[in-house]
T-cell receptor, first 112, second 113 residues
Framework: ETGVTQTPRHLVMGMTNKKSLKCEQH?????MYWYKQSAKKPLELMFV???????ENNSVPSRFSPECPNSSHLFLHLHTLQPEDSALYLC???????????FGQGTRLTVV | DQQVKQNSPSLSVQEGRISILNCDYTNSMFDYFLWYKKYPAEGPTFLIS?????DKNEDGRFTVFLNKSAKHLSLHIVPSQPGDSAVYFC????????????FGSGTQLTVLP
């Protein structure tokens, strides 16, 4: 079992749909992150949570809504997405914010 | 403006030879640097890190060098193996209450048998 688990692995959704990405970490870490990876672009940090509190929101559109109910779980709620939001969404966790991050396998999202 | 740059999108190396992956940064506040490896359909995996108080860190076949005056770091893999073929990301962070990792765009390494 990997330390950081993301579901689903693949998701295709229409622009009017509402869906959620789930992330769970089994490492006892205090910080969790959502990253977006688009083709040939750097990993873009979207949200940072430390001890279930959001500490950073990097100007992400409101159609992406994170939720961190506890230190082991992180969700990314999606609604009315655009085709350009199609990307690989990666969840990560670390002991503290800024230390070595452990990544999940990602969710490949396609918006049609 | 990218604060962490990997100017070579790809690199091919013969098996057994040395692979050198380069990374440049612009933010002088960065004091912690990491390398990650990523296989297709998987998330990045942490490889090795270095603090700005050091100029070299070695772990098995992997060595990271840091040149603070040039704002440059490099990852050396020797000897290179076909299983090292992956995308390598450089990342950096700065001290502070909201230390975050800033990633480069990655370099695809192909090790030829």
């Amino acid at each position: 079992e990997t330390g950081v688990t993301q579901t689903p692995r693949h998701l295709v959704m229409g622009m009017t749909n509402k869906k959620s990405l789930k992330c769970e970490q089994h490492l006892g870490h205090n910080a969790m992150y959502w990253y977006k990876q688009s083709a040939k672009k750097p990993l873009e940090l979207m949200f940072v949570y430390s001890l279930e509190e959001r500490v950073e929101n990097n100007s992400v559109p409101s159609r992406f809504s994170p939720e961190c109910p506890n230190s082991s779980h992180l969700f990314l709620h999606l609604h009315t997405l655009q085709p350009e939001d199609s990307a690989l969404y990666l969840c990560a966790s670390s002991q503290e914010v800024g230390t070595e991050a452990f990544f999940g396998q990602g969710t490949r999202l396609t918006v049609v | 403006d990218q604060q962490v740059k990997q100017n070579s999108p790809s690199l091919s190396v013969q098996e057994g030879r040395i692979s050198i992956l380069n990374c440049d940064y612009t933010n002088s506040m960065f004091d912690y640097f990491l390398w990650y490896k990523k296989y297709p359909a998987e998330g990045p995996t942490f490889l090795i890190s270095i603090s700005s108080i050091k100029d070299k860190n070695e772990d098995g076949r992997f060595t990271v060098f840091l040149n603070k005056s040039a704002k440059h770091l490099s990852l050396h893999i020797v000897p290179s193996q076909p299983g090292d073929s992956a995308v390598y990301f450089c990342a950096a962070s700065a001290s502070g209450s909201a230390r975050q990792l800033t990633f480069g765009s990655g370099t695809q390494l192909t090790v030829l048998p």
